[in-house]
């Protein structure tokens, strides 16, 4: 097992032991369950081309999330064609910068 702290340890043992209760309501239940099919439903294949930093940032991110990197990349796709996801002001980092000026000119 990974490295779990006591408060994962005492949630783990409560999930072993049978005493933790559901705190959503059915309608919520329903409404997530609802989501999950939805999302779940993947019929199409995309192929797409990231810049080496892009996809090195997107699998960090996704690590950090504990979910596959293609998982994380069809989450935020979803999330702006619903309009879930909301643009920043800013989106140019001074890496991003650097790596835009440091291509070769042709």
Known sequence: MPNVDAYEREVLSAFEKGSLKSVATKSELEKFKAAAR?????????????????????????????????TLIASVLHKYVSGRLVEQKSLITDRSTQATRKRPAG
Do not use: C, F, H, W
Request: hydrophobic residues 40%.
């Open 38 to 70: 939805a999302t779940a439903v993947k019929d199409r294949r995309v192929n797409i081309r990231l810049s080496s930093i892009d996809l090195n940032d997107i699998q960090i991110k996704a690590l950090e999330e504990g979910m596959p990197y293609q």
